[in-house]
């Protein structure tokens, strides 16, 4: 027997090729699910004049060569991936597992402090909670693939900063909002740096440049600011 039900979904155009699919259950685990399988269905298919589906926590982005197809063939594609999902709906298997070294607080992670302080905790319980908790990746965003995740258990959402930093360095812990991210690679950004991961999750050399994707886990390790050393350049793996 099936163990999911796709979400149903209503399709809009967004601009001249493209299509925005939204899931409408309301229920934001399924609602992530549906447009989650159905990217991937797309891509696996790869029908004639697709340029990518790209998926968030509730669409996908199903990008076309208006060359080589129209808005109303693409929809119909669409409609065949959602029945196909219906049909084979069981479950795809285990996601992988990510164990994540991190240094909290100094100079690898600037806005701790400032977390705690806003929060109403301590440093050290801004740091319990923050590794306690197992995480799905969500989507990937910006830039290079960062690994969306809802964010810890912390009692309240964590403002962004006023001021955004120019420079945010590879393997920067951050929270904001109700979410939680990793920087891939160098780059600005306003979110709060509370720690750092000596390990490399960016390989432009290698296809996908990341080895995690939507769906899979991982968990936050508290190390101490001595063992970085011992981490650094290693490539984020999967552990069994």
Known sequence: MPTFAPSPVDVFESGDAALRVVAKSGDSERDWNTVHRLAEWLEMCGAEGLRGAVATYDSVLVEFDVLAVSARQMRAFVGLGMRQLALSADDDGSPRAFDVPVVYGGDFGPDLSDVAEQQGLS?????????????????????????????????????????????????????????????????PGGWRVIGQTPLALLDISREPLVPYRPGDVLRFRPIPEEEFAAYAGRMMEAHA
């Not at 995480?135 to 990937?140: F, G």
């Not at 830039?143 to 955004?164: E, T, Y």
């Open 123 to 187: 440093v050290d319980d801004v740091v319990r909670l923050h590794s306690s908790k197992t995480y799905i990746i969500r989507c990937l965003g910006a830039p290079a693939g960062s690994p969306m995740m809802d964010g810890p258990d912390f009692p309240l959402p964590v403002p962004r900063l006023k001021d955004p930093r120019l420079s945010v360095p590879a393997g920067a812990v951050s929270v904001a909002g109700r979410q939680a991210v990793i920087a891939p690679a160098v780059a």
